[in-house]
């Protein structure tokens, strides 16, 4: 017997005796109301006008005294003809009445009515009807199970994570065909754990690989384990994988694999912490126990392994790690033309075009920027989407909701186009800077009064030195133009402040990019993916304050090449100013249009 089991019979028996107590203490104050007295006394008492109401039974009298107090008294009945004369000539109201009378059947319903109750208790509770899944059921695993074709997705329902696909098709084959690989006497793995940041489609791809196998598919939380019961999380845990036994082949899915996998600390504090982790050694211990010749397969996604108890993480357990990356430009492609499935695209529409302007996205935002899109086209009263809807729904997604409504004054707007102008002056001209796809000046989202878009031409995975520099002299350039045309700087530059300070920190302490202090690492190491703990490096404090020199000189060496960059082509940010105050929004191949034209007088 299990902990949970004491807890559910208990608080039956508790609510019980409760009820048995109520009772006793009811008929004891019935019982104390009523006297059985002899029939002579009873014969005296009416004789003295003390009665209020006689009530004659078969075998008893049973009369009602006159006092505040209520009390009864009964007798037994005798033969007697002149009792009914004595009742009338005391004036005393009687009536007869059928049955034992008296307290007997006082004292039956009294018993008979809490057993009814509890009867209709116990057959609720065995039902699950009392609250949320019943007491009885507190111990049930909450998995949403889905058999067959009822997750509703495939393969083709998912996008951008080809190399995740491929990894998952061998267990999609073992489930169709198990003895293709127990012939050789090969294992399958037990657990299949996807691993990502949020929004790539982790869920998703569960729900593919169940829809492909056509097999049952087991569908909870890591959250939906852990109750405030001692020993509940454990219960669902073997209730879980008990109800996958009967279902196998199957497939179990745990999503947020972190809110239950957490690694377990040495002195567990009593509570929360103490009943996560009797779940999670049930966890274990079930994944240790059962055979994945029987077609059981457990799947899981989590955004943050790192964090994730070494005991899930070997082999046996969650053996096969599968990474669900940030899609490229090809994958972004492939995710919009998912999702635009269902939405009546405009023929000049290109998808290739929308996914080099969504670097960075994942699976979750190009969803909502289709989404965003088709509702802007609705709201137009368009009949298709068109590329001017997409670029809008990426706008809001990057920048937040256009404000067209806050107005700045004049001094705040000059200001503005500067600063959005330095940045992008100093980006076009910079060789290893991104390329400016546009430039405005209408204040988005919470704080941004403007804001300069840059699309790479490509997907990139390494930076170089060089381009580090470059893209911290961008960073750099609206404050720059600030001082160059207004002799003062604004708050406007803070986040750009702090931008910059986090690349030159990063390439003296983690990149080894410094002259000065060599090719070393002075960084406390975060862990990455499956890694666990912190790297226990430290500086000293004469090499911490050799690393914010350097830092620093990084950062002024670099604002002064910005400062002359903008210097030489003052020019053209007088006249791009000027003219992005007028529009409000300036696109890329118009700044690259008027900085040519502008270079062409300037020759003249």
């Known amino acids: ?31 104390s109301k009523t006297e059985n007295i002899p029939y002579s006394d009873f014969l005296k008492l009416v004789q003295e006008d ?21 009390k009864s008294v009964t007798t037994v009945r005798v033969e007697d003809p002149n009792l009914v004369r004595e009742l009338v000539e005391h004036n005393v109201k009687f009536s007869a009445a059928e049955g034992g009378g008296g307290w007997g059947q006082g004292l039956f319903l009294l018993w008979l009515v809490p057993m009814i109750i509890f009867l209709i208790l116990i057959s609720r509770l065995r039902r699950g009807g009392a609250g949320a899944g019943g007491l009885m059921s507190i111990g049930k695993s909450r998995a949403t199970l889905y058999i067959d074709r009822d997750t509703g997705v495939t393969f083709d329902d998912v996008a951008g994570v080809e190399e995740a696909k491929e990894e998952l ?20 793995p037990k657990g299949v754990l996807l691993v990502g940041p ?71 504090i009593a509570g929360g912490h103490e009943e996560r982790e009797h779940t999670l050694n049930q966890l274990l211990i079930e994944m240790d126990g059962f055979d994945t010749r029987k077609g059981v397969i457990i799947m899981a996604a989590t955004n943050r392994p790192e964090i994730l108890d070494p005991a899930l993480l070997r082999p046996g357990r969650f053996d096969r790690h599968i990474l669900v990356d940030r899609p490229d ?48 086209a609705a709201r137009r009263g368009k009949a298709a989407v068109e590329m001017e809807d997409f670029e809008e729904a990426i706008n809001r997604v990057v920048a937040g909701l256009e404000k067209k409504q806050r107005v ?28 400016v796809h546009r430039i405005s000046i209408i204040p988005r989202g919470i704080a941004a009064l403007g804001y300069t878009l840059q699309l790479p031409t490509e997907d990139r995975y390494l930076l170089t030195r060089s381009e580090l520099l470059d893209r911290l002299a961008v960073l750099l350039g609206g404050r720059a133009a600030e001082e160059l045309i207004f002799h003062e700087v604004s708050t406007g530059a803070q986040n750009d402040l702090e931008r910059a300070t986090d690349i030159a920190m990063s390439m003296v302490r983690e990149y080894g990019m410094s002259e000065k202090m060599g090719p070393m690492s002075f960084q406390r190491r975060k862990p990455q993916f499956l890694e666990l703990g912190y790297s226990s490096r430290e500086s000293s404090e004469e090499t911490s304050k050799e690393i914010d020199i350097e830092v620093k000189k990084i950062i002024l060496d670099t604002y002064a090449r910005v400062k002359s960059i903008l210097q030489e082509n003052k020019g053209k940010l007088q006249k791009l100013a000027k003219t992005l105050i007028e529009k409000e929004v300036i696109e890329g191949e118009e700044l690259r249009k008027i900085m040519s034209q502008t270079i062409s007088s300037l020759g003249e």
């Open 408 to 435: 700045m004054n004049k001094k705040e707007q000059e200001i503005v186009a500067y600063h959005e102008l330095g940045h992008a002056i100093v980006a076009e001209i910079v060789p290893g800077a991104d390329k």
């Open 329 to 376: 430009i090809k994958g972004r492609e492939e995710i919009l033309k998912v999702h635009g499935k269902n939405i009546r695209l405009s023929k000049d529409i290109d998808l290739k075009i929308i996914a080099a302007r969504t670097p960075g996205f994942v699976g979750a935002d190009l969803a909502n920027v289709v989404n965003e899109a088709a509702l802007l």
């Open 50 to 70: 003390r009665f209020e109401e006689v009530i004659l039974y078969p075998t008893k009298i049973k009369g009602v005294l006159k006092s505040r107090e209520g």
């Open 1 to 31: 017997m299990n902990k949970t089991y004491f807890y559910k019979t208990g608080g039956v028996l508790l609510i019980f005796v409760s009820i048995l107590v109520s009772c006793r203490i009811t008929n004891a104050e019935f019982v």
């Open 169 to 188: 098709k061998e267990v999609i084959d073992y489930l169709k065909n198990p003895q293709k690989y127990q012939r050789l006497g090969g294992k399958i």
């Open 198 to 268: 949020t929004g790539t489609g982790k869920t998703l791809l569960a729900k593919a690989v169940a829809g492909e196998a056509k097999v049952p598919f087991f569908s909870i939380s890591g959250s939906a384990f852990v109750e405030m019961f001692v020993g509940v999380g454990a219960a669902r845990v073997r209730d879980l994988f008990g109800q996958a036994q009967e279902k196998a082949p199957c497939i179990i899915f745990i999503d947020e694999l972190d809110a239950l996998g957490k690694v377990r600390s040495l002195a567990p």
